[in-house]
C-alpha cells in the first residue's frame, strides 16, 4: 500500500464521492462523510488569511481518506501574530477495513509537516480515536467547560432526551416536570441571580455588521489572553457576514461606551435535545470586567428568541466565571482543545496559561453546520 497525501482538487471529487460511499455502506455513521466539493464553501482560499483547504490521501487514484485545515491568524501573549492552522474532518477507510488503519495518523503527520503550529477542537470526548492519538503524541490538551441555562424548565425536563435514557431516568424527570419543582428551582435560581449582579445602565442591540467599534474592543482586550484567534472588524466580517441570517450579532453597550460583542445562534436540531430549541453563545468579546453585562446580553436575545436551553463551551477563566454568575449550570464537556508540541511551546505554562486561552466554538468548524 503505496499512498500519497495531495491537495483536493476537482478531478477528485468522483473518487471522493466513491470514498463516502463505501464509509456508508460500510456502517459509518450518516456524518462521516468528506466534503464533496475541493472548493470549500465555507471560507475558500481566496487570498485572505482565514481560509479552508481540503487535503486526499491517494492509493493509485483512490481515496482513502481525506481532512482539512483551517487557516487563521491568532494573537500570542508575546505580542506577535501566527498563523495556526486547525485540524478537522478527518476521515480513514480505516474506519470501515483495518487494512487502512494507519490512514489516520498519516493525514495528521501530513498535517503537522504543513504547518507545525497545529490544534484540535471538538473531536466528541477522550474516549475517542483521535483524541486517544493525540495524547499518546504528547499534545497539550483540555477540555473546555461547557455551561448550560435552563429557560423552560418542564420543556427541558420533558425533551432532555440525553437525560431520559432508561425507565429511571424517565420516572425522575417526569416527576420534576409534573410536580413542578424543577420549574421551582429553576426560577428561584434565576431570581437568586439577578438580584446578586444586576446589570444596569447596560443595553444590546443586534447589528448587521462589525466596524471600527470592533476594532478598538478588539485592541483593548487582546492583552487579556495568553492566545485568541484575532477578532478584528475584518476578520469578524468574514466570519459572521451580514447574511449569516442563523447567527445574531449583538453590540453591548454601558452608556455610549460599546464594552463587548456576543454572537448568538440557535443550533440544529439533534436527537440528544428532543424537540428543545437550543440556543448557543457561539462567541463573545470583551474585557475581563465587562464579561458579565455580554453574558447577560446575549442570554437575554436568546430567551426572546423563544429558546428553551441555552449552551455555550469557554475557555477562558474570565468568561466562565461569568457565565456561571449569569445563572448558567457546568455539565461534563465532550469539547476538547489540543495542541501540537510546537504550538504548546509557546503556551508554557501550559497549567497556568491555558486558563487565559480565549477559545469558543467560533474556532471550530461548526459556524456553517451546527448553527
Not at 108 to 118: E, F
Not at 179 to 202: D, Q
Not at 270 to 278: E, P, Q, T
Not at 337 to 345: I, R, T, Y
Amino acid at each position: 500500500m503505496s499512498i500519497a497525501v495531495k491537495p483536493y482538487g476537482q478531478e477528485h471529487e468522483t473518487a471522493v464521492a466513491e470514498f463516502n460511499r463505501r464509509l456508508q455502506l460500510g456502517g459509518a455513521d450518516e456524518d462521516l462523510v468528506f466534503y464533496e466539493r475541493a472548493l470549500p464553501g465555507w471560507l475558500p482560499p481566496d487570498g485572505k488569511s482565514l481560509f479552508n483547504q481540503y487535503f486526499v490521501a491517494l492509493d493509485k487514484g483512490v481515496v482513502r481518506g481525506a481532512y482539512a485545515l483551517k487557516r487563521q491568524d491568532f494573537w500570542f501573549e508575546d505580542g506577535k501574530v501566527r498563523s495556526i492552522a486547525y485540524y478537522h474532518h478527518p476521515l480513514s477507510e480505516g474506519i470501515i477495513d483495518r487494512s487502512y488503519a494507519l490512514v489516520g495518523s498519516l493525514l495528521l503527520r501530513d498535517a503537522m509537516k504543513r504547518s507545525p503550529l497545529v490544534y484540535c477542537l471538538g473531536m466528541g470526548g477522550y474516549n475517542r480515536p483521535l483524541p486517544k492519538m493525540l495524547v499518546s503524541l504528547g499534545w497539550s490538551h483540555r477540555a473546555l467547560p461547557f455551561y448550560f441555562r435552563v429557560v423552560r424548565p418542564y420543556r427541558f425536563l420533558r425533551q432532555m432526551q440525553a437525560l431520559r435514557s432508561g425507565f429511571l431516568g424517565k420516572v425522575a424527570m417526569d416527576t420534576l416536570a409534573f410536580s413542578g419543582v424543577g420549574w421551582a428551582v429553576a426560577k428561584c435560581h434565576r431570581m437568586a441571580v439577578r438580584l446578586r449582579s444586576p446589570a444596569k445602565g447596560v443595553d444590546e442591540i443586534v447589528v448587521e455588521e462589525f466596524s471600527d467599534w470592533a476594532d478598538r474592543l478588539w485592541e483593548q482586550a487582546k492583552g487579556s489572553c495568553s492566545m485568541t484567534a484575532v477578532r478584528d472588524s475584518q476578520t469578524l466580517a468574514i466570519l459572521y457576514p451580514a447574511n449569516s441570517s442563523h447567527l445574531r450579532r449583538i453590540r453591548v453597550r454601558r452608556g455610549k461606551e460599546t464594552i463587548g460583542w456576543a454572537v448568538v445562534g440557535e443550533r440544529r436540531k439533534d436527537a440528544k435535545y428532543g424537540s428543545l430549541r437550543v440556543g448557543s453563545v457561539v462567541d463573545c468579546w470583551a474585557l475581563p470586567e465587562n464579561a458579565l453585562p455580554v453574558v447577560k446580553a446575549a442570554t437575554l436575545t436568546l430567551e426572546k428568541l423563544g429558546m428553551d436551553l441555552i449552551v455555550t463551551n469557554q475557555s477562558h477563566a474570565a468568561w466562565s466565571s461569568a457565565f456561571r454568575a449569569a445563572g448558567f449550570f457546568p455539565g461534563k464537556s465532550n469539547f476538547i482543545f489540543a495542541a501540537s508540541k510546537p504550538l504548546a511551546e509557546l503556551l508554557q505554562p501550559f497549567e497556568e496559561r491555558k486558563l487565559r486561552l480565549h477559545i469558543t466554538r467560533a474556532d471550530g468548524d461548526g459556524l456553517p453546520r451546527n448553527f
